[in-house]
């Protein structure tokens, strides 16, 4: 029969990228009762990734609040370096940390817009993707694991007049995650991404209406955002041996958008 390498034999260790609230806190929590061990990054929210951190403890797994803008290759490659040390070898990446800017349409973004934009949702997913290949793939030396990237139903609609450069990002997040889960398929490593709709979560007040989740509940088939733990779960499970035959997938998690 042959052997599942992202099974029992991976290492329970998780790098979450923007832990420190919404999707990527619920992910901490969820992945703590799941018997993972978390590494909680965040860009600017030190106390609130600490938090996060004690109620993995809490849960009576271990866990580390790590500081990285996942844009800074040199401040990610710390960030791998010191998960290692502290918490041992890497099992799973979820490439969470992501940003929107405020509503406009094209021709009045500016240049600056768009290389931040990039910097954070498409290079830093890539940045740490190739870094966890390098921990975890049996090709380097790893015992296997797995990767989750987030998406975005905006990539499947384009968001007119709304953020363009965001749909395009989350865009190239889903050709990445297919191109990698292909590459690393014999390697033991999973590379699957999950496509959340309308969240509950503080992203929306960036794009300048904190209200949106529910202002947009018209749009929804289930007429309700979503929350947080809901997409959790369907991150965990593919991190989970239970997707064990599941990589170069994109999980819509949208109410039915
Ligand atoms: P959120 O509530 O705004 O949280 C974003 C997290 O990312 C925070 O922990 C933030 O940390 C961190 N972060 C932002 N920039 C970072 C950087 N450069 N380096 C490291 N960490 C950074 O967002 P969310 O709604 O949970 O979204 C999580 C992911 O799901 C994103 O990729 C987003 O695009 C995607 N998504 C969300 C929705 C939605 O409706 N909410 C829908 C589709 C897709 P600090 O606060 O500490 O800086």
């Known amino acids: 029969m042959a052997t599942d390498r992202t099974a029992a034999s991976t290492p329970r260790v998780l790098l979450i990228t923007g832990a420190s609230r919404g999707i990527g806190a619920a992910t901490a929590r969820l992945a703590a009762r799941e018997g993972w061990d978390v590494a909680v990054n965040y860009g600017r929210q030190a106390a609130a990734a600490e938090a996060v951190a004690d109620e993995v403890r809490a849960l009576g797994r271990r866990a580390i609040a790590v500081q990285a803008d996942v844009a800074d ?3 990610v490659l710390a960030m791998f370096a010191r998960v290692h040390e502290t918490l041992g070898p890497l099992g799973g990446l979820v490439n969470n940390a992501g940003i929107v800017a405020m509503k406009a349409r094209v021709d009045e973004m500016d240049t600056a817009r768009w290389q931040r934009m990039l910097a954070v949702n498409v290079l830093g997913s890539w940045i740490c993707a190739r ?6 793939s049996t090709r380097h030396g790893g015992a296997g694991g797995a990767i989750v990237n987030l998406s975005s139903v905006a990539a499947t609609l384009g968001a007119p007049g ?20 292909r590459e690393v398929a014999t390697e033991g490593v999973r590379v699957n991404a999950v496509r959340p709709g309308i ?4 992203i929306h007040a960036e794009s300048g209406d904190a209200q949106r989740a529910f ?13 947080a733990d809901e ?27």
Do not use: C
């Open 162 to 181: 709304m953020y363009v450069d965001y749909a395009s990002a989350k865009g190239a997040i889903d050709a990445f995650t297919l191109g990698l889960a």
């Open 131 to 136: 870094e966890a290949v390098k921990a975890m």
């Open 199 to 202: 969240i509950d979560t503080e």
């Open 215 to 227: 202002k947009s509940a018209d749009v929804i088939p289930m007429r309700r955002p979503g929350t």
């Open 231 to 257: 997409v959790a779960q369907a991150i965990v499970w593919l991190l989970s041996p239970a997707a064990s035959y599941v990589t170069g997938e994109v999980l819509t998690v949208s109410g039915g958008r």
């Open 73 to 75: 290759e040199a401040q």
